[in-house]
C-alpha cells in the first residue's frame, strides 16, 4: 500500500474515533486535529492546525498544558484533568491521557485523547451541593428521611438471609467499616441503609457515591472536597467525607477506585482525617464508611483490583449477600411482593401469576438476582389485559435464557447428527434435545410470542406453555 494511502487511511480512523484526538509535534505545532476534539472545544479543525498550541488555546502554558508538558518531559500523563479557555473565551473541561510520540529513539511530538467531562462535573457539583443542604445540622432529620429502606423491607424465608439479617443489626450498633459483597441485583444498598437506619447514625447524613459512575481525577475531588486555585476552574467545595459527616458513606463498586485513590481512602480509615486537593490543612471526620464489590473480594485483591492493604482495614465486617438461585425458596414472596407494588403504582389488579409462569419462575436461575424478578414482573403487568400473569406476558428474553443454549441455533437439527454428536445418549433424550431447538428458534423468531410460536409449530398454546413451564431437561 502506498505511503500517502496508508497516511490517508491512518487520518480517516483518526477522525472516526469518538473521543477528542490532538497530535502536536516537537514544538507545539498541531499537525492533527478531530472533529471530536474541535466540538469538544468549541472550534473548527481549521482554526487549529498547523498554528502554535499556546496561540489557539492562551488561557494555558507551559506547565498547564498537559500537550506542552509531555514534549517537555517525554513522559505520558494519565487521566489528568485539564480546564482551560479557547482564544474565543468558551471554558472547556476535559479529562485527557496525553502520550510522547517517538521515531526511534527521538521525541518528534505527542498526541492526547481527551474526554469532555465538564457536563459530567457540573451535574455531579450540583449533586454534591444539593446533599450539602440536605445535610446541614438543622435538616439532619430531613437527611435521614432520604433513606428508604430497613431491614423489615428485607423479605425472605431463607436461613442464610436470616442470618445475615442478625448479624447485620448487630453490626449497625457499631463504628468498624463494613464489606458486602453480592453478585449484581441481590440488594447490596437495601442492606447497607438497613444497616444505617438500625445504628446510632441514623438521623445524620447518608451518602451513596458509585465509585466506577466518575473518572478517577472527579471521584478524588468529589470525596475529598477542594480548595480554591487548586486546579483552573477549582472552588472552594467540601467532599462527600465532609458531608457525610457523623453519619454514613457508602461506597459502591469499590474495586472500580483506582489504586492510588484507594491508598488515600485507607489512610481516611486509619486516622479519620481527610485534606482538601490543594489544601495544607486536614480535617477531622466522623464517617463510617460500608463498602459494596460485586465480585469475591479475596479474587479482587489476588488479580490486584484492590489493595490487599485496604481489604483488611475495610473487611472488619464482612458479608456475603447469595444470589437469588440460592434463595429460591423466596422467589414467591418476592412476587408477591412486586405484585403488590406494581398494582398500586399502576393502578391495576393483577391477582398472581400462572401455574406455568410460577413453574418456570422456581426452575429459572435469575442472572440478574433480585432486580431481574423487579423487571420481569413491571415488564409482564405492562402486557398483561386480565388479572393473572401468562407466559406470554414475559419478556422474550427470559424465555430464550429458559430453554439451553443450544436452543438457538439458527437452524433446524439434524437428527443424525445428533445421533453422532450425542453419542451413548438414548433415543428420548435425542428427541427432547430436538424439540427443545425447534422451540428455541421458535421462539426467536416471533421474539419471545408464544401464541406465534405455537402456530409456527403447529402445535397447542397451552402445550407449548407447558413445555416451557418445565424447562425441559438439559442436553444429555
Avoid at 224 to 245: I, M, Q, Y
Avoid at 389 to 403: G, I, K, S
Amino acid at each position: 500500500m502506498p505511503l500517502s494511502d496508508t497516511v490517508e487511511m491512518l487520518q480517516a480512523i483518526l477522525g472516526a474515533i469518538d473521543e477528542g484526538i490532538h497530535v502536536v509535534d516537537a514544538d507545539g505545532i498541531t499537525i492533527f486535529y478531530n472533529h471530536v476534539a474541535a466540538r469538544l472545544d468549541g472550534l473548527t479543525p481549521e482554526e487549529v492546525l498547523g498554528k502554535p498550541l499556546l496561540e489557539v488555546f492562551p488561557s494555558l502554558d507551559r506547565q498547564s498544558s498537559t500537550l506542552l508538558r509531555v514534549i517537555e518531559s517525554g513522559e505520558a500523563i494519565y487521566n489528568q484533568t485539564q480546564t482551560y479557555k479557547n482564544w474565543k473565551g468558551m471554558r472547556v473541561e476535559t479529562i485527557n491521557t496525553t502520550l510522547p510520540v517517538r521515531v526511534g529513539k527521538r521525541l518528534v511530538g505527542a498526541v492526547e485523547v481527551a474526554k469532555d467531562i465538564g457536563k459530567l462535573k457540573e451535574l455531579s457539583e450540583r449533586l454534591v451541593d444539593l446533599q450539602a443542604k440536605i445535610s446541614k445540622p438543622k435538616r439532619a432529620k430531613r437527611g435521614a428521611e432520604e433513606v428508604s429502606f430497613h431491614f423489615d423491607d428485607i423479605l425472605t424465608k431463607s436461613e442464610k438471609m436470616k442470618r445475615l439479617k442478625e448479624r447485620a443489626k448487630r453490626a449497625a450498633r457499631t463504628t468498624s467499616p463494613v464489606l458486602i459483597y453480592g453478585e449484581t441485583g441481590t440488594g447490596k444498598e437495601l442492606f447497607v441503609q438497613s444497616i444505617h437506619q438500625a445504628s446510632s447514625r441514623s438521623g445524620k447524613p447518608f451518602i451513596a457515591q458509585n465509585c466506577a459512575a466518575l473518572p478517577s481525577s472527579l471521584l478524588e475531588s468529589l470525596l475529598f472536597g477542594t480548595v480554591k486555585g487548586s486546579f483552573t476552574g477549582a472552588d472552594d467545595r467540601p467532599g462527600l467525607f465532609e458531608l457525610a459527616n457523623g453519619g454514613t458513606l457508602f461506597l459502591d463498586e469499590l474495586n472500580s477506585m483506582p489504586l492510588d485513590l484507594q491508598a488515600k481512602l485507607l489512610r481516611v480509615l486509619q486516622d479519620g482525617q481527610i485534606r482538601r486537593i490543594g489544601g495544607s490543612q486536614s480535617t477531622k471526620v466522623d464517617v463510617r464508611v460500608i463498602a459494596a464489590v460485586n465480585e469475591a473480594p479475596q479474587s479482587l485483591v489476588e488479580r490486584g483490583l484492590m489493595r490487599a492493604d485496604l481489604y483488611y482495614r475495610i473487611n472488619v465486617v464482612s458479608f456475603e449477600l447469595p444470589p437469588l438461585r440460592e434463595r429460591r425458596e423466596d422467589v414467591e414472596l418476592l412476587v408477591e411482593h412486586f405484585l403488590a407494588k406494581f398494582n398500586r403504582e399502576f393502578a391495576m389488579n393483577v391477582r398472581g401469576v400462572s401455574e406455568e409462569v410460577a413453574r418456570l419462575f422456581a426452575r429459572y436461575d435469575w442472572p440478574g438476582n433480585v432486580r431481574e424478578l423487579e423487571h420481569v414482573i413491571e415488564a409482564a403487568m405492562n402486557m398483561v389485559e386480565g388479572d393473572v400473569l401468562q407466559l406470554e406476558h414475559l419478556p422474550a428474553h427470559m424465555l430464550e435464557r429458559a430453554l439451553p443454549a443450544t436452543s438457538l441455533h439458527t437452524v433446524a437439527p439434524d437428527p443424525f447428527s445428533l445421533l453422532v454428536e450425542k453419542e451413548g445418549c438414548t433415543l428420548p433424550e435425542i428427541l427432547r434435545e430436538m424439540e427443545e431447538r425447534l422451540i428455541g428458534e421458535a421462539l426467536k423468531k416471533t421474539e419471545g410470542n408464544v401464541l406465534r410460536a405455537a402456530k409456527l409449530l403447529g402445535i397447542p398454546r397451552q402445550t407449548l406453555q407447558y413445555k416451557l413451564s418445565q424447562r425441559m431437561i438439559p442436553p444429555c
